[in-house]
């Protein structure tokens, strides 16, 4: 079943392929995908400055690192593998673009306290992309064939996507624009390498 506000965004995005992807933004407005770990916290709310919205970002990558690590492990399938070892790859190069650039923003590189001195009620490495609690999501993938999985990624990293469109368009801040212009895109490759494979896979 195709969401059809998901699949005109996207398709305006430039996508050449639209698969279903339930949820999107509105995850973020308190909906939930049937089925899926329920969307959490809209962590992005919380931040104002464009340190804090780069803290909250690494946060999340981060998660999404975690989570795509831990999975690796539950699949044989070497096509599901190598996708998910890429996505291990990109998370950790996100976090450290991130550090750049808040290098960038304060003149001195984050602290080992980072991103907790930033943000003290976040744990890093609890949530991840789209929301989602990452235990929540790694409960769910037990006994989930390739397919329910590459379907749940492409829901998490849709809401992502979505979120940074967002936020770029609604930031005032240059910089803050910036850093949701670059995830957006980087989101965008995640979907297009997560479709190709469920393509294959159906």
Do not use: C
Not at 31 to 47: D, V
Not at 87 to 107: D, I, M
Not at 120 to 141: K, N
Request: aromatic residues 8%; glycine residues 8%.
């Amino acid at each position: 079943m195709r969401s059809r506000a998901a699949a005109s965004m996207l398709k305006n995005a430039g996508f050449a392929t639209i698969h279903s992807m339930h949820g999107g933004i509105r995850a973020w407005e308190g909906l939930s995908t049937p089925g899926q770990p329920e969307a959490g916290m809209a962590f992005f709310t919380m931040a104002a400055r464009a340190e804090e919205l780069t803290a909250l970002a690494w946060l999340l990558e981060e998660g999404s690192r975690r989570f795509y690590e831990a999975a690796l492990g539950s699949f044989r399938d070497s096509d599901a593998q190598k996708l998910l070892s890429g996505l291990v790859t990109a998370e950790a190069r996100h976090k450290a673009s991130l550090e750049k650039f808040y290098q960038t923003l304060t003149g001195s590189p984050p602290g080992k306290g980072f991103p907790s001195s930033l943000l003290p009620d976040a744990t890093p490495g609890d949530y991840m992309e789209g929301g989602v609690r990452v235990s929540e999501a790694l409960m769910w993938t037990k006994g989930k064939s390739t397919k329910e999985f590459l379907e749940l990624s492409m829901s998490l990293e849709t809401a992502s996507y979505d979120l940074y469109i967002k936020m770029e368009r609604t930031m005032e801040e240059e910089n803050a624009k910036k850093i949701f212009g670059l995830l957006a895109n980087e989101e965008k490759r995640h979907l297009e390498s997560l479709a190709s494979l469920l393509d294959k896979k159906a």
